[in-house]
């Protein structure tokens, strides 16, 4: 069953405290990406990856880290330096960074 | 400016009616435009993408852009409550070397019985 797998599904973040949220894709997808969303606002980039070993700085890039070690896997640390984490994470793929995205099902972070 | 602009709605439309959704963009070079549906609590899921201006037909959907205006639609045709959701236009943008999909903030819809 192809598609992309986010987990978990609801994570909660102590103070000063990094969390790493997962994004794997069987879809043999070149790109991956991640987003954030705010209610009531569209999806801002953090992250991007168009090739293992590679990855960009989206718009929002500050208190969060990535890395890409492998095609299947995007994973996205939230820092304590991400002072308002609160949000609802999503991780996207396409075969190619020109192409179609489609999303896994979210990440909703909360802070205790 | 926002790069990418939505009306937020809510949009409320009858059940069996045409419901019309608008979009427009700031960037005169964008090539690809996409509509997602987004039920809440979840995450967006395509609908239609287009790349070239006229109607684009799938189902109960046309979607309409018009490069010369800016200006990128979607229509559903005989609306039914399971399509009430948020509909989200997103744009490429050539930016920092890579096209890069802007998202609008999305169009609440309801489809009342």
């Known amino acids: 069953d192809g598609g992309i797998t986010q987990s978990p599904k609801y994570l909660f973040r102590k103070e000063g405290q990094n969390v790493t949220l997962s994004c794997e894709q069987n879809?043999?997808?070149?790109?991956m990406y991640w987003y954030r969303q705010d209610p009531g606002q569209g999806l801002r980039l953090i992250y991007y990856?168009?090739?293992?070993?590679?990855?960009q700085k989206g718009d929002i890039a500050e208190g969060y880290s990535v890395s890409r070690e492998k095609k299947e896997s995007f994973p996205l640390t939230v820092t304590s330096a991400q002072k308002n984490p609160t949000a609802f994470y999503l991780c996207?793929?396409?075969?190619?960074?020109?192409?179609?995205?489609?999303f896994g099902a979210g990440t909703r972070l909360s802070v205790l | 400016q926002k790069e990418v602009e939505q009306n937020s709605g809510p949009l409320s439309v009858p059940e069996g009616a045409i419901a019309s959704l608008n979009c427009t963009y700031s960037?005169?070079?964008?090539?690809?435009f996409f509509w997602y549906r987004q039920y809440s609590g979840k995450s967006p899921e395509l609908i239609m993408s287009?790349?070239?201006?006229g109607d684009k037909e799938d189902g109960r959907f046309t979607a309409q852009l018009n490069k010369a205006s800016q200006y990128v639609s979607l229509l559903i045709r005989d609306s039914q409550p399971s399509d009430s959701a948020t509909y989200l236009c997103?744009?490429?943008?050539?930016?920092?070397?890579?096209?890069?999909?802007?998202f609008g903030a999305g169009t609440r819809l309801a489809v009342h019985p």
């Open positions: 287009i790349y070239s201006n």
């Open positions: 996207a793929s396409s075969l190619d960074y020109e192409n179609i995205q489609y």
């Open positions: 990856s168009q090739i293992v070993n590679d990855f």
């Open positions: 960037d005169r070079g964008s090539q690809s």
């Open positions: 997103a744009v490429t943008v050539f930016s920092g070397g890579y096209n890069k999909l802007i």
């Open positions: 879809l043999n997808h070149d790109a």
